[in-house]
């Protein structure tokens, strides 16, 4: 890919980068988007699968998805795109604002990482909010119960109709709207309020960079847009900076 003199500048001159990804990072790794063609939302429902109200009806089918769900992630490794991102840390200030739940980023190394919809690794009490680990859940009999007060445990990922993690939120927004270059990465930029942390990055004065295997609702905010596979542009994005650095 030939990058415009314009962007080449941005790198040069730079401290802090801001990565907001989505689920189109990881798609390379094996794991589904949500929408389009081959998307999670165009074969379940989300209002079954991703709300209070679905899972209070129907606990033990929410918990067999994610059962599945997370037998897929322990099996992906991060991709060529996670470990550019966590190479870049070398350069600049970098820091990852995901909405995604694999904890892929931490896995190829990247250190500053806000999850806005919680990560599905980890679980907690309805009742009493006390967190739990996968090993010490009892699956065999359907919805796990709370060894201490017998509540409902629920995986800690963030449902519709469900306020983010305040601290991750609101950790995201300060250090997009105080980033140099913002990259929003395979994401389609429709689940709201995540999507206003690009659009007030760019309010506040960053430049935005979209890599996307297509258009999004975030492209007509984008001051360079890349149409291709996040790894791929991701790794020819590290190649440029080491050039940069070693030449400067
Ligand atoms: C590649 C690629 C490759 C593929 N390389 N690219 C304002 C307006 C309208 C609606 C709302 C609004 N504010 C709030 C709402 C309601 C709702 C919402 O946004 N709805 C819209 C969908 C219409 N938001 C909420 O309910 C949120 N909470 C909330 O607002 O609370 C406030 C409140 C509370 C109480 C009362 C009133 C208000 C919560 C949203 C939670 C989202 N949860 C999910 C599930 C997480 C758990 C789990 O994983 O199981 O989060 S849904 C799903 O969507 C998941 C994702 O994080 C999120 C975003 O999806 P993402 O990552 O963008 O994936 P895709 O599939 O959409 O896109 C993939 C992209 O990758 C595509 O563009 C591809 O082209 C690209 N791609 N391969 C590069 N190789
Ligand atoms: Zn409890």
């Known amino acids: 890919m030939e990058f415009s003199a314009k962007f080449i500048n941005k790198l040069k001159y730079t401290k802090r980068l801001v990565f907001f990804t989505g689920a ?3 798609a390379e790794s094996g794991i589904s ?3 389009g063609l ?3 939302w165009n074969k379940m429902k ?3 699968l991703a709300s209070i109200d679905g899972f209070m009806k129907n606990p033990d089918l929410v918990w067999q998805w994610y059962q599945h769900r997370r037998q897929i992630v322990q099996d992906s490794k991060p991709n060529a795109g996670h470990i550019a991102i966590a190479e870049l840390d070398n350069y600049y200030d970098v820091t990852v604002v995901t909405q995604n739940v694999d904890n892929l980023h931490r896995r190829a ?4 990482v806000f999850e806005l919809h919680g990560n599905i690794e980890r679980n907690f009490c309805i009742d009493c909010k006390f967190p739990f680990s996968e090993t010490e859940l009892n699956l065999e009999s359907g919805n796990p119960k709370c060894k201490n007060c017998g509540g409902r445990i629920r995986p800690d990922v963030v449902w519709f109709g469900e306020m983010l993690p305040q601290d991750q939120f609101s950790g995201g927004q300060s250090v997009a709207e105080s980033s140099d270059i913002c990259f929003i990465v395979g994401t389609s930029g429709l689940v709201y309020p995540a999507a206003y942390i690009p ?3 760019k309010q506040a004065g960053a430049f935005l960079v979209e890599i996307n295997i297509e258009n999004t609702e975030m492209s007509c905010f984008a001051d360079e847009s890349f149409i291709g596979k996040s790894a791929s542009i991701l790794t020819e994005i590290l190649t440029e900076v080491k050039k940069i650095k070693t030449n400067s």
């Open 24 to 26: 189109g990072i990881s």
């Open 33 to 35: 988007t949500f929408r």
């Open 38 to 40: 081959d998307g999670i």
């Open 46 to 48: 989300p209002e079954e």
């Open 109 to 112: 190394g990247s250190s500053k």
């Open 199 to 201: 659009i007030e990055a």
